[in-house]
Every structure is written in structure tokens, then in C-alpha cells.
């Protein structure tokens, strides 16, 4: 069964930066579309940022411009590199694997909390 592991979380003041990281089990990973996704308490899941097989980016829009998102297709990996980090962008961060064909896959997240 194929697995996600998120890492990289953690207590970050305002303006700071944080790199979050999911590697994944298995020999699938360059086959998915790979993204970031968040939940703040209280408020709905919402995209972050994806990137397809392909390396195309999307961002969400309260994001473009500090964040960047990358793959490493030999490492099984997905990054998150967040920059100029607000409070507002507390919340737990999931990876994704997204495959028309398939099931999504989601980690189990990882906590960012933006604070002074």
C-alpha cells in the first residue's frame, strides 16, 4: 500500500520560511499529479498548490508569489518551499497524488503554526 510522509512542519514567526517535504513508498509517484493542500480550524480544506506529472504549477491565490512547489520524480518527493509566511497561513498541510485512473492519496499532514 502506498504511503505519504509529510515532513517539515513546525512553529515559524511572521516572515519566516518554512520547506515541507512528502516522499512517497512505491513506484508510482512520477505517474500522479502531486500538490499541497491545507486546513485551517474551522474552515474548509483548500488547494495550496499542485504539480502535475509534467511539472506544471498551479497556485492558490493567497499564495502566488511565496510559495513554490517541486517535484523530484527519482526521489519520490514533492516539496513545499513557503516563504514570507503569514498567520493566516496556520493550518495542517496534506500531500496529494492525483491520478484520473485512481483513487487520490493523501498524508496523514503536518502542522504549521505562524506566530510571534
Known amino acids: 500500500q502506498v504511503q505519504l510522509v509529510e515532513s517539515g512542519g513546525g512553529l515559524v514567526q511572521p516572515g519566516g520560511s518554512l520547506r515541507l517535504s512528502c516522499t512517497t513508498s512505491?513506484?508510482?509517484?512520477?505517474?500522479?499529479?502531486a500538490g499541497w493542500y491545507r486546513q485551517a480550524p474551522g474552515k474548509q480544506r483548500e488547494l495550496v498548490a499542485t504539480i502535475t506529472s509534467g511539472g506544471s504549477t498551479n497556485y492558490g491565490d493567497s499564495v502566488k508569489g511565496r510559495f513554490t512547489i517541486s517535484r523530484d520524480n527519482a526521489k519520490n518527493t514533492v516539496n513545499l518551499q513557503a516563504n514570507s509566511l503569514k498567520p493566516e497561513d496556520t493550518a495542517v498541510y496534506y500531500c496529494n497524488l492525483h491520478h484520473a485512473l485512481f483513487r487520490d492519496l493523501w498524508g496523514q499532514g503536518t502542522q504549521v503554526t505562524v506566530s510571534s
Open positions: 512505491g513506484n508510482i509517484f512520477g505517474l500522479y499529479d
